[in-house]
């Protein structure tokens, strides 16, 4: 779930319109933890994600795919579910 979880922080950034640089001060991490975050080398803890949600007012639940999607296709399928959402085109 690396790739899922590095998924979920980049659409944060990109939503958000900041940079790697702003959010990983709004973390209290440095650049290159938020990077190896975004590269799926580590994984933040939730409440990180969930903090970082609420910094910038975006609906913690925006990035999380659901359950039936993840039992249905796994992580890709999560992923594509993400994606949608920064498109538009969540359902």
Known sequence: MKLLTATIFKQLRMVSGRTQSELAKFAGVSLRTYQNWENGDTTPPFNTYVSLCV???IEPGRFIPSLSTLRKGG????????????????E
Request: charged share 25%; proline share 0%; glycine share 10%.
């Open 55 to 57: 910094r910038l007012s």
């Open 75 to 90: 992580e890709q399928a999560g992923i594509q579910e993400i994606d949608n959402v920064d498109n538009g085109n969540s």
